[in-house]
């Protein structure tokens, strides 16, 4: 790769405080990680480039673009770097944080999620709000995933203000009795550690170089631990990149205010903008440009595209039916030009809006893999390690997570397994006993009796977890090879990362224990992917279908009921449009109402009003007419 002229402005500039804030597809990722090499070759010896970034999939990526420009020979001499050091630490911030001070006495972390049962269970016992502002809250708290500190404020209509305080100090006294560490918990810990003087000289020490990449989705807490690592110290350097038309996490308190922080923050810092998509063609630019001019919230930024291509497709009159067919059609004659299924990719808003196409796909046998869902990626051997997993951590496992060890049991059949099941959700006392309406089998009796015993039985949880193993290793059904790996893979994996951690692993192909490879893999090479928005951010395919999404799921989650909703929707079609390099297809079907709500329509493809013809071409597709008001 040859870095731009406005590109390398940033990788050569000598200003300790940088800041990006551009458009899709500039190279954001691809100068940081050109930064991040030649920083730490400024460095030398002394101190430690650090990268982090919010989500895991950011920090892979970054991480995979400096292994990339480390044996990049021409590019390693245009930025003047020598002996590459590709060594540098990639990671989310979470990881930062706990790579430099233990946060949990257990290793375990918890989702933000289970505090909303302690606030529930607060709020229940102080009876200070009725049932429905307790809805309410809940929804709030959980959309929101902010500490509780900050979260309680606004909710200041629906709690009598002078009892937030109590309910605070109630919830960290619970927290602290059962010993919960919530994400947030990392993060506030850490920030809380830094006001020791000299626990911060020690991180500034160690770390005089962090670069951040997609900086809009901080949250406060982690733009704070930022702040303070750069203060009171004369040589630490910051570079952040990102794009406020891209703050998908608003809902988790994400938020493109962060720029302006920087700006006041940082009074002496250095700004660049970078102008030219590397991505995109000129047409998908220009749809990217019609919706960051609606936004109330991002910056304009002028960016070209160095390429031309086809106008992106506009399908706004078809039935769901008809969508589904015609993509499955265009999928194929793009496969007969010769683009592979894997660069290829099928977004949607909600997991649901997909379950009919990923029926059509099975029909017309195109592998496909969804983005983020380890049990499709996964073969049935990890499926039943996951659930086994979750048996034994989760107070509460899923009914899917039995069945699926259910299913793996010697002797017991699909209907068995499903009966069994049904025993074990109502089982009521603690005593042991058969369901009556089971044949007595020997096999069954095995597995009643261990379920039983390994629910009851008072053990640390890697016991519970090597009991599950010896049991799951008596199964004829799982393959020797496996077998043979699970006890010593597993006993790894916990002795490393803790039980909590455990699912996660099994998606990281770099980790050196990982499963050994399956002889026949249960999807092929190249699958089509599927995603939804939020999990595909950063990400970049050839051609880009998007499905288009559900009124009714819209109002259920209250989408466009405000002008920040309305924003959030519009940076996420913003997000989905982009990652499209050559082809776009957009759909959006018919067969979903048009609702008012709030002044807005809630259907997405309003954002498009008026200019169809002008960005897009209206091609024959399925029952295409013209757009209805
Ligand atoms: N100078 C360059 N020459 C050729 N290709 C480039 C150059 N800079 C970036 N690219 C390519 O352009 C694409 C987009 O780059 P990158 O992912 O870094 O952009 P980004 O600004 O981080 O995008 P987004 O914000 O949408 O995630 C990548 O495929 C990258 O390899």
Same mark, same amino acid.
Request: net charge positive; proline share 5%; aromatic share 10%.
């Given at each position: 790769?040859?870095?731009?002229?406005?590109?390398?402005?940033?990788?050569?500039?000598?200003?300790?405080?940088?800041?990006?804030?551009?458009?899709?597809?500039?190279?954001?990722?691809?100068?940081?990680?050109?930064?991040?090499?030649?920083?730490?070759?400024?460095?030398?010896?002394?101190?430690?480039?650090?990268?982090?970034?919010?989500?895991?999939?950011?920090?892979?990526?970054?991480?995979?673009?400096?292994?990339?420009?480390?044996?990049?020979?021409?590019?390693?001499?245009?930025?003047?770097?020598?002996?590459?050091?590709?060594?540098?630490?990639?990671?989310?911030?979470?990881?930062?944080?706990?790579?430099?001070?233990?946060?949990?006495?257990?290793?375990?972390?918890?989702?933000?999620?289970?505090?909303?049962?302690?606030?529930?269970?607060?709020?229940?016992?102080?009876?200070?709000?009725?049932?429905?502002?307790?809805?309410?809250?809940?929804?709030?708290?959980?959309?929101?995933?902010?500490?509780?500190?900050?979260?309680?404020?606004?909710?200041?209509?629906?709690?009598?203000?002078?009892?937030?305080?109590?309910?605070?100090?109630?919830?960290?006294?619970?927290?602290?009795?059962?010993?919960?560490?919530?994400?947030?918990?990392?993060?506030?810990?850490?920030?809380?550690?830094?006001?020791?003087?000299?626990?911060?000289?020690?991180?500034?020490?160690?770390?005089?170089?962090?670069?951040?990449?997609?900086?809009?989705?901080?949250?406060?807490?982690?733009?704070?631990?930022?702040?303070?690592?750069?203060?009171?110290?004369?040589?630490?350097?910051?570079?952040?990149?990102?794009?406020?038309?891209?703050?998908?996490?608003?809902?988790?308190?994400?938020?493109?205010?962060?720029?302006?922080?920087?700006?006041?923050?940082?009074?002496?810092?250095?700004?660049?903008?970078?102008?030219?998509?590397?991505?995109?063609?000129?047409?998908?630019?220009?749809?990217?440009?019609?919706?960051?001019?609606?936004?109330?919230?991002?910056?304009?930024?002028?960016?070209?595209?160095?390429?031309?291509?086809?106008?992106?497709?506009?399908?706004?009159?078809?039935?769901?039916?008809?969508?589904?067919?015609?993509?499955?059609?265009?999928?194929?004659?793009?496969?007969?030009?010769?683009?592979?299924?894997?660069?290829?990719?099928?977004?949607?808003?909600?997991?649901?809006?997909?379950?009919?196409?990923?029926?059509?796909?099975?029909?017309?046998?195109?592998?496909?893999?969804?983005?983020?869902?380890?049990?499709?990626?996964?073969?049935?051997?990890?499926?039943?390690?996951?659930?086994?997993?979750?048996?034994?951590?989760?107070?509460?496992?899923?009914?899917?997570?039995?069945?699926?060890?259910?299913?793996?049991?010697?002797?017991?059949?699909?209907?068995?397994?499903?009966?069994?099941?049904?025993?074990?959700?109502?089982?009521?006392? +603690? #005593?042991?006993? *058969?369901?009556?309406?089971?044949? =007595?089998?020997? /096999?069954?009796? %095995?597995? &009643?009796?261990?379920?039983?015993?390994?629910?009851?039985?008072?053990?640390?949880?890697?016991?519970?977890?090597?009991?599950?193993?010896?049991?799951?290793?008596?199964?004829?059904?799982?393959?020797?090879?496996?077998?043979?790996?699970?006890?010593?893979?597993?006993?790894?994996?916990?002795?490393?990362?803790?039980?909590?951690?455990?699912?996660?692993?099994?998606?990281?192909?770099?980790?050196?224990?990982?499963?050994?490879?399956?002889?026949?893999?249960?999807?092929?090479?190249?699958?089509?992917?599927?995603?939804?928005?939020?999990?595909?951010?950063?990400?970049?395919?050839?051609?880009?279908?998007?499905?288009?999404? +559900? #009124?009714?799921? *819209?109002?259920?989650?209250?989408? =466009?009921?405000? /002008?920040?909703? %309305?924003? &959030?929707?519009?940076?996420?079609?913003?997000?989905?449009?982009?990652?499209?390099?050559?082809?776009?297809?957009?759909?959006?079907?018919?067969?979903?109402?048009?609702?008012?709500?709030?002044?807005?329509?809630?259907?997405?493809?309003?954002?498009?009003?008026?200019?169809?013809?002008?960005?897009?071409?209206?091609?024959?597709?399925?029952?295409?007419?013209?757009?209805?008001?």
């Amino acid at each position: 790769m040859k870095m731009t002229k406005e590109q390398m402005a940033v990788v050569e500039s000598d200003a300790a405080m940088r800041m990006l804030n551009c458009g899709s597809g500039c190279g954001k990722t691809a100068v940081l990680g050109s930064c991040a090499l030649k920083e730490q070759d400024r460095l030398g010896g002394n101190g430690r480039v650090v990268v982090f970034s919010l989500t895991n999939y950011a920090a892979d990526k970054i991480y995979k673009t400096i292994q990339s420009h480390a044996r990049d020979r021409e590019l390693l001499r245009q930025i003047g770097v020598r002996t590459p050091d590709p060594g540098i630490e990639c990671s989310t911030i979470h990881g930062f944080c706990l790579r430099r001070r233990r946060i949990s006495k257990h290793g375990v972390v918890e989702k933000d999620a289970a505090e909303q049962d302690l606030l529930l269970e607060i709020l229940q016992s102080k009876g200070l709000v009725d049932e429905h502002s307790m809805k309410t809250i809940l929804k709030m708290y959980r959309c929101r995933q902010i500490p509780p500190a900050e979260s309680l404020t606004d909710f200041y209509d629906l709690v009598p203000r002078d009892e937030v305080k109590g309910i605070l100090a109630e919830m960290n006294r619970l927290k602290k009795e059962q010993g919960l560490v919530t994400f947030n918990d990392i993060l506030v810990r850490f920030l809380k550690m830094l006001d020791k003087p000299h626990f911060l000289k020690r991180i500034q020490r160690e770390c005089p170089v962090l670069i951040v990449d997609e900086f809009q989705d901080l949250n406060t807490v982690a733009w704070r631990i930022l702040k303070k690592l750069a203060s009171t110290s004369a040589c630490a350097r910051i570079i952040v990149a990102g794009d406020d038309a891209q703050t998908a996490f608003a809902y988790a308190d994400a938020s493109f205010k962060r720029f302006k922080q920087f700006r006041q923050a940082f009074s002496d810092h250095q700004e660049f903008r970078l102008t030219i998509n590397q991505r995109s063609t000129q047409q998908i630019q220009d749809v990217s440009d019609a919706l960051v001019r609606q936004s109330r919230y991002s910056s304009r930024k002028t960016v070209v595209a160095n390429r031309i291509g086809d106008k992106p497709g506009f399908y706004c009159n078809c039935s769901s039916q008809a969508i589904h067919e015609h993509i499955i059609e265009e999928i194929r004659g793009f496969a007969e030009d010769g683009i592979p299924l894997d660069q290829m990719a099928v977004f949607y808003r909600f997991n649901a809006d997909a379950f009919g196409f990923r029926r059509c796909l099975s029909k017309n046998h195109i592998p496909y893999m969804v983005f983020g869902d380890k049990s499709s990626r996964k073969g049935p051997f990890v499926r039943l390690l996951l659930a086994m997993v979750q048996i034994i951590t989760n107070d509460q496992p899923s009914g899917a997570a039995w069945m699926e060890v259910l299913r793996n049991v010697e002797g017991l059949g699909e209907k068995q397994a499903e009966k069994v099941f049904a025993w074990l959700k109502h089982k009521q006392s +603690n #005593d042991f006993q *058969y369901p009556r309406q089971l044949k =007595f089998t020997a /096999p069954l009796e %095995r597995t &009643l009796r261990f379920l039983h015993d390994t629910k009851d039985n008072v053990g640390s949880p890697l016991d519970k977890l090597f009991a599950l193993v010896d049991f799951i290793r008596s199964m004829p059904k799982v393959n020797k090879t496996v077998k043979d790996h699970i006890l010593p893979t597993m006993a790894k994996i916990v002795h490393d990362y803790g039980l909590k951690d455990l699912p996660d692993k099994f998606n990281d192909p770099s980790y050196p224990l990982c499963f050994p490879p399956q002889t026949n893999p249960p999807y092929p090479k190249t699958y089509l992917t599927l995603s939804t928005i939020h999990r595909i951010k950063g990400g970049e395919y050839e051609v880009v279908f998007y499905l288009g999404t +559900n #009124d009714e799921t *819209y109002e259920d989650h209250g989408n =466009f009921s405000t /002008p920040k909703d %309305r924003e &959030l929707e519009l940076q996420l079609m913003n997000i989905a449009v982009t990652r499209a390099r050559t082809h776009l297809q957009m759909y959006f079907p018919v067969d979903w109402k048009v609702v008012k709500k709030g002044g807005h329509a809630s259907n997405p493809w309003t954002f498009f009003n008026g200019l169809h013809k002008e960005i897009f071409q209206t091609p024959e597709g399925p029952n295409h007419e013209e757009e209805q008001s």
